[in-house]
T-cell receptor
């Protein structure tokens, strides 16, 4: 079974709005990562947050991590049509394996 | 763009055929992975490797096999393809300890078995 569960499964917003997606996981981790996947393509790494970090920023992305709740959130501010993609969280589960969540499909309407 | 390549991008084959999906990376990464991705998006780890001559099965049972004879090459083979193998297959690699590094993905191979 997958380590991570993303919520919501699908999200549709207007251009310029913020998009928030959440990820929950089950076991202790060293880090949590967020990836983006354009339709039919491979995944591209967005941001990595370590277990001793609570928040991290990269451009229009903000990631938070709450290890007590075993959850993370990804916020995309001022969304653009080009942000339309699927977003996945991934955890290392303390091993050498990346375990991916179920993904959130984001659609940004122009 | 990451230097990890998968071929072919698309493949349609008949039931019972033997196929090999190729994955190569030019980054010298020790760790490589194969994921199977269903149309509903979820990624399932089917094989991984820590380095040359190291292969492990992932969390999802798969009838495929892999080999790692060279660092840069991690092919996946299906001895006898079936319609249930229809899926997207994603190859990935990473350079070091998981706690510090990201995974780099190829563009994927979309396999259809008819």
């Amino acid at each position: 079974s997958q380590q991570g569960e993303e919520d919501p499964q699908a999200l549709s917003i207007q251009e310029g709005e913020n998009a928030t997606m959440n990820c929950s996981y089950k076991t202790s981790i060293n880090n949590l990562q967020w990836y983006r996947q354009n339709s039919g393509r491979g995944l591209v790494h967005l941001i990595l947050i370590r277990s001793n970090e609570r928040e991290k920023h990269s451009g229009r992305l903000r990631v938070t991590l709450d290890t007590s709740k075993k959850s993370s959130s990804l916020l995309i501010t001022a969304s653009r049509a080009a942000d339309t993609a699927s977003y996945f969280c991934a955890t290392d589960e303390g091993t050498y394996k990346y375990i991916f969540g179920t993904g959130t499909r984001l659609k940004v309407l122009a | 763009e990451a230097d990890i390549y998968q071929t072919p991008r698309y493949l349609v084959i008949g039931t019972g055929k033997k196929i090999t999906l190729e994955c190569s990376q030019t980054m010298g990464h020790d760790k490589m992975y194969w994921y199977q991705q269903d149309p509903g998006m979820e990624l399932h780890l089917i094989h991984y490797s820590y380095g040359v001559n190291s292969t492990e099965k992932g969390d999802l049972s798969s009838e495929s096999t892999v080999s790692r004879i060279r660092t840069e090459h991690f092919p996946l083979t299906l001895e006898s393809a079936r319609p249930s193998h229809t899926s997207q297959y994603l190859c990935a690699s990473n350079p070091g300890l998981m706690k510090d590094t990201e995974a780099f993905f190829g563009q994927g191979t979309r396999l259809t078995v008819v």
